[in-house]
Structures are given as structure tokens and as C-alpha cells.
């Protein structure tokens, strides 16, 4: 095997390891984040929930009518979706009023959730926010919103179970995969 040959064999084992590496270190923050809903009672001035899995709009709501929260962002609303169509229990919560519910509707990626919300917890006058969104999700989200988010803005996680409480690896992987390319441009 010529010297080159053997260069480009060595470099591609190093590029495979080191990737390798980077994947699991990544599957392990993920898997490595607990279900905050469960064990944790969160308050803040408003709360952003990132759509995208069950559960997630249902613990925001749960937060705004326990008043926990005084304002309610639900980010990444289908730009077709109503209010009453995401929350369906809303007859049922009186106390609740339209205008403490902001739905987010342009954002399409957990970057763009973090953009369009920080706008609008700024708008609002939010001194702080509790992030929901699921458990597997949550170490993107949370890593992104600081990112993006002033340090003078505290996020508390919030992370609720989707599913199963250990998500399937094929969901992890998936997820790591996400995370890992974020790692890169956005935290």
C-alpha cells in the first residue's frame, strides 16, 4: 500500500472515530435529560411551548390556568390552526382569557421557535420563561433558546414525556442527529 493510500485510510479511520465519538456524546445529553414536568413545579412570567409532540400544548395550558404563568406562547402553530383547535378543553377553563394565549405561527424549525419567541417574550415584557417541550427534545431546545435568548431572560426546562418515558433508539439517534448538526451553527 503506497504512503498516500495509507494516509487517506488513516484520516478516513479518524474522521469515522471522531465521528462516532461526537454522535454518542451527543445521544448521551440527549437521553440524559429528565422529565422536569413530573418532579419540578415551574413559574415564571410566561411560558413557550414548542409544538411538535404530544403533550406538550396541554402542559403549557396546564401552567397558564394553575397560573403559574401569567402569558402563554405556543410556537410553531400550524398558520391554519385556531386557538380552540389546538387546545380543545378550552371551554372548560372560564378563567382562562384569549389574550394571555400568543400563537406563534411562522417558525418551522426549533431555531425559528427560539427567533420568533424571543421576539415576542421581549414584546411581552417577560423577565423570565419556562421552555416545555418533550424530553428528547429538550436538550436541542433548551441549548438553542440560551443561544439565542439574552442572559438577562432565565429558562427554566420543562420537559414532559411524549410516548415512552425511554424513547426508542431509533428516536434517540434521530434526535443526537438533529442535535449534533445544531451544535455546529446555533449553540
Given at each position: 500500500?503506497?504512503?498516500?493510500?495509507?494516509?487517506?485510510?488513516?484520516?478516513?479511520?479518524?474522521?469515522?472515530?471522531?465521528s462516532?465519538?461526537?454522535?454518542?456524546?451527543?445521544?448521551?445529553r440527549?437521553?440524559?435529560?429528565?422529565?422536569?414536568?413530573?418532579?419540578?413545579d415551574?413559574?415564571?412570567?410566561?411560558?413557550?411551548?414548542?409544538?411538535?409532540?404530544?403533550?406538550?400544548?396541554?402542559?403549557?395550558?396546564?401552567?397558564?390556568?394553575?397560573?403559574?404563568?401569567?402569558?402563554?406562547?405556543?410556537?410553531?402553530?400550524?398558520?391554519?390552526?385556531?386557538?380552540?383547535?389546538?387546545?380543545?378543553?378550552?371551554?372548560?377553563?372560564?378563567?382562562l382569557?384569549?389574550?394571555?394565549?400568543?400563537?406563534?405561527k411562522?417558525?418551522?424549525?426549533?431555531w425559528?421557535?427560539?427567533?420568533?419567541?424571543l421576539?415576542?417574550?421581549?414584546?411581552?415584557?417577560?423577565?423570565?420563561?419556562?421552555?416545555?417541550?418533550?424530553?428528547?427534545?429538550?436538550?436541542?431546545?433548551?441549548?438553542?433558546?440560551?443561544?439565542?435568548?439574552?442572559?438577562?431572560?432565565?429558562?427554566?426546562?420543562?420537559?414532559?414525556?411524549?410516548?415512552?418515558?425511554?424513547?426508542?433508539?431509533?428516536?434517540?439517534?434521530?434526535?443526537?442527529?438533529?442535535s449534533?448538526?445544531?451544535s455546529?451553527?446555533?449553540?
Open positions: 500500500m503506497s504512503l498516500r493510500r495509507k494516509a487517506v485510510v488513516i484520516g478516513c479511520a479518524f474522521l469515522i472515530s471522531l462516532a465519538w461526537l454522535f454518542s456524546r451527543e445521544a448521551k440527549v437521553r440524559a435529560f429528565p422529565a422536569s414536568s413530573w418532579t419540578e415551574h413559574s415564571a412570567d410566561c411560558a413557550v411551548v414548542v409544538t411538535g409532540g404530544p403533550g406538550r400544548v396541554r402542559e403549557g395550558f396546564d401552567l397558564l390556568i394553575r397560573r403559574s404563568v401569567q402569558k402563554l406562547i405556543v410556537s410553531g402553530v400550524n398558520p391554519q390552526a385556531e386557538l380552540r383547535e389546538i387546545f380543545p378543553f378550552w371551554a372548560y377553563h372560564g378563567e382569557r384569549e389574550s394571555d394565549v400568543i400563537l406563534e411562522t417558525s418551522q424549525t426549533t425559528g421557535n427560539a427567533q420568533q419567541s421576539a415576542l417574550v421581549e414584546a411581552l415584557r417577560c423577565r423570565d420563561i419556562v421552555l416545555v417541550t418533550s424530553r428528547l427534545h429538550m436538550y436541542r431546545a433548551l441549548s438553542t433558546f440560551r443561544a439565542q435568548f439574552p442572559s438577562s431572560i432565565p429558562i427554566y426546562p420543562r420537559a414532559v414525556v411524549s410516548g415512552s418515558y425511554r424513547p426508542a433508539r431509533h428516536e434517540t439517534a434521530g434526535e443526537a442527529v438533529k449534533l448538526f445544531y455546529f451553527w446555533a449553540y
